[in-house]
C-alpha cells in the first residue's frame, strides 16, 4: 500500500489517497467476483450491497477476504479532527452506479467516523469530487483502480459527490462508525 506524498492532504479538508489499498492478488480476484455478481443482479440504476445483508460473505467470500485484510482504523492517528468514538463498527458495502448517474453532494452522516471509498472498476472512470465548506467545486480525487480515498466525516464540512460517465462506477466503500 502506497500512501501519496505520505501525509495528509489539508484542502479543502483532511483526507489521503492511497493506492494500492489491497494486496493486487486479494483486490483481482475480489474484484472478478463483484463484477459477476453484478452482472446476475443486473442493477437497474444504483445498487448498495453491504454487510448488514446476512449473505454478504457467502456471495462474495473472495471480497470479504480481502476486506478482511486490512485494518482500516490505522489510518486514524493520521486525523486530528474526527468524530468521537469508543468502540466504532465497521461496515463495508459494494456500490454500484449506473452510466450517467450523479449522486448529489453531501457532507458524512452523523455516525459515520472514517470513511473508504475504493475505486474498482472501471480502468478508467470519474473519480470523487470534492468540495469546499461552502460547496464550491475544488478538485477530483482521480480515479485508479485499487485507490483508496480516506476522510473523517465532519458536518459541513467534507463535501463531496460522485458520479459515473459513459460506464458504470463501482466501488468498495468501508466505514467506520459509532
Do not use: Q
Request: net charge positive; charged share 25%; proline share 5%.
Amino acid at each position: 500500500m502506497k500512501v501519496l506524498d505520505n501525509m495528509l492532504i489539508s484542502e479543502p479538508w483532511p483526507h489521503m489517497i492511497v493506492d494500492d489499498y489491497y494486496d493486487n492478488d486479494l483486490f483481482i480476484n475480489a474484484k472478478k467476483e463483484i463484477i459477476a455478481f453484478l452482472i446476475k443482479r443486473r442493477p437497474k440504476r444504483r445498487l448498495v450491497y453491504s454487510t448488514h445483508d446476512a449473505t454478504f460473505s457467502k456471495n462474495l467470500p473472495e471480497t470479504t477476504k480481502c476486506l478482511n485484510s486490512v485494518d482500516p482504523l490505522i489510518y486514524a492517528g493520521y486525523f486530528k479532527n474526527h468524530r468521537k468514538y469508543t468502540t466504532p463498527k465497521i461496515h463495508h458495502e459494494v456500490s454500484f452506479i449506473i452510466s450517467e448517474f450523479e449522486y448529489p453532494i453531501h457532507d458524512e452522516i452523523e455516525k459515520k467516523v472514517f470513511s473508504f471509498v475504493t475505486y474498482i472498476a472501471p480502468a478508467n472512470g470519474i473519480g470523487t469530487l470534492i468540495y469546499d465548506k461552502n460547496k464550491n467545486y475544488v478538485k477530483e480525487v482521480e480515479w485508479k483502480t485499487n485507490r483508496t480515498l480516506i476522510f473523517a466525516g465532519l458536518t459541513g464540512i467534507t463535501w463531496h459527490n460522485y458520479k459515473a460517465d459513459n460506464r458504470p462506477r463501482i466501488t468498495i466503500n468501508t466505514f467506520l462508525t459509532t
